[in-house]
């Protein structure tokens, strides 16, 4: 787990960047609880600890990489909450990558179901729908295939 930007030249150690990472992103969170008026009840050690088991989107599959904190980075470690009414509590958070944590705030999960039919439809037609050869009918052919894979 090796940072890859600037800020590791600052700091002595890598232990003591992800710290400076873990108190920036609790921060974050603490303020934006705040401003929405949902529960937070995070430790320091509960970020620590998230960012450091953390190499792999859970979402995307991708390599998560450190955000220096200055530029867009979307393959950046970001604090996420999984049920967002739940708020900011130990277990309900998770590091996603911030395209993940995108993705997940502007779509809906019908939006999600849709795109992701298309895009199997126009792309991956001949492997995954082999019964009918031509793509989805309807949407309910997609949310079967959906189903399949969970």
């Keep these: 787990m090796r940072p890859y930007n600037k800020l590791e030249k600052i700091y002595e150690n890598v232990d003591q960047l992800i710290q400076h990472r873990a108190n920036a992103v609790r921060n974050g969170a603490r303020d934006r609880?705040?401003?929405?008026?949902?529960?937070?009840?995070?430790?320091?050690?509960?970020?620590?600890?998230?960012?450091?088991?953390?190499?792999?989107?859970?979402i995307l599959g991708v390599e998560m990489t450190w955000h220096d904190g200055l530029n867009y980075d979307p393959y950046a470690r970001t604090l996420d909450?999984?049920?967002?009414?739940?708020?900011?509590?130990?277990?309900?958070?998770?590091?996603?990558?911030?395209?993940?944590?995108?993705?997940?705030?502007?779509?809906?999960?019908?939006?999600?179901?849709?795109?992701?039919?298309?895009?199997?439809?126009h792309l991956y037609k001949d492997q995954v729908n082999e019964r009918t050869r031509t793509g989805y009918r309807d949407r309910s052919e997609a949310q079967y295939d959906l189903d399949l894979c969970k």
């Excluded at 050690?45 to 450091?52: E, P, W």
């Excluded at 309900?92 to 849709?114: F, V």
């Design 33 to 58: 609880a705040r401003r929405k008026g949902i529960p937070y009840e995070l430790e320091i050690t509960d970020v620590y600890d998230a960012l450091i088991t953390s190499d792999v989107c859970p």
């Design 81 to 121: 909450r999984i049920n967002p009414e739940l708020g900011y509590v130990p277990d309900n958070i998770w590091i996603i990558l911030m395209r993940a944590n995108q993705i997940k705030s502007d779509a809906s999960l019908p939006e999600l179901i849709t795109a992701m039919a298309n895009l199997v439809n």
